[in-house]
C-alpha cells in the first residue's frame, strides 16, 4: 500500500513556463516532506522541504505547496529550465521516523 | 564535492557470488541508510543504522546483511548473488547536522551502486 503517491511519472515542460509537480499521501502523521531530484546514475539530491505546520515554502524557482486537509503537495518551478529535467522525488515522514518516498516523476524541459 | 562515498558505482556478477557494497561518509552522521530502486519505481528502504553496532530491517524485505563498526562505515553485503537482486542500490546518511530550515532531517545520498547479476 503506497503511502506515498506521485501520480505522474512522467512531464513535459516548455522552457521558460511554470511545472507543477503533485504528491498525494494517505497517513495524516506526516509531518515533514522533501522533495528530491535525480539525474541519471546519480545519487537524488535534496531539493526543499517544508513542515507541517507551514503551507508554502520558497527557495529560488523553486516552492513547495502543502495542503494538509487533501494530503497534497505540489512543488512549483518557475521559470522551468533545461537543467531541471530529471526525476523528481516526494517523500514523508511522521515525527522520528524513517522517511517514505513516492515512485517519481520525470519531468522533461525542452528548450 | 560527495560526503558520502559508494563503491562500486557500477558491478556486473554471476549468480553465486558473494558481493560487498561499500558505504563511507565524512559528515559525521549517525544514521544511516540503505534503499534499493528498481527503475520508475519508489525508493524502498531495506535497512537502517541509527549509530554502532545498530542495525534494523526497512520495510523491504531484503536478502542482503549489513554491519555498522565504524560511525562513517555502512556496508551492505549479499552471500549469494541472484539475478533478482539486480537493481540500483542507493546509500543515504544523517545527522543532528543535517537539519534544514523546515527542521527535517534532511537525507544526503551517494551517486549509488548499479548491480547486474546474470
Known amino acids: 500500500d503506497q503511502q506515498v503517491k506521485q501520480n505522474s511519472p512522467s512531464l513535459s515542460v516548455q522552457e521558460g513556463r511554470i511545472s507543477i509537480l503533485n504528491c498525494d499521501y494517505t497517513n495524516s502523521m506526516f509531518d515533514y516532506f522533501l522533495w528530491y531530484k535525480k539525474y541519471p546514475a546519480e545519487g537524488p539530491t535534496f531539493l526543499i522541504s517544508?513542515?507541517?505546520?507551514?503551507d508554502k515554502n520558497e527557495d529560488g524557482r523553486f516552492t513547495v505547496f502543502l495542503n494538509k486537509s487533501a494530503k497534497h503537495l505540489s512543488l512549483h518551478i518557475v521559470p522551468s529550465q533545461p537543467g531541471d529535467s530529471a526525476v523528481y522525488f516526494c517523500?514523508?515522514?511522521?515525527?522520528?521516523?524513517?522517511?517514505?518516498f513516492g515512485p517519481g516523476t520525470r519531468l522533461s524541459v525542452l528548450p | 564535492e560527495a560526503d558520502i562515498y559508494q563503491t562500486p558505482r557500477y558491478l556486473v556478477i554471476g549468480t553465486g557470488k558473494k558481493i560487498t557494497l561499500e558505504c563511507s561518509q565524512t559528515?559525521?552522521?549517525?544514521?544511516m541508510y540503505w534503499y534499493q530502486q528498481d527503475p520508475g519505481m519508489e525508493l524502498h528502504l531495506i535497512h537502517y543504522s541509527y549509530g554502532v553496532n545498530s542495525t534494523e530491517k526497512g520495510d523491504l524485505s531484503s536478502e542482503s546483511t549489513v554491519s555498522r563498526i565504524r560511525t562513517e562505515h555502512f556496508p551492505l553485503t549479499l552471500e549469494s548473488a541472484r539475478p533478482s537482486h539486480t537493481s540500483q542500490y542507493l546509500c543515504?546518511?544523517?545527522?543532528?547536522?543535517?537539519?534544514?530550515?523546515?527542521?527535517?532531517?534532511?537525507?544526503?545520498f551517494g551517486a549509488g551502486s548499479r548491480l547486474t547479476v546474470l
Open positions: 543515504a546518511s544523517s545527522g543532528a547536522t543535517a537539519r534544514d530550515s523546515s527542521g527535517a532531517n534532511v537525507l544526503t
Open positions: 517544508i513542515s507541517s505546520i507551514k
Open positions: 559528515m559525521g552522521h549517525d544514521k
Open positions: 517523500a514523508a515522514s511522521a515525527r522520528g521516523q524513517n522517511f517514505v
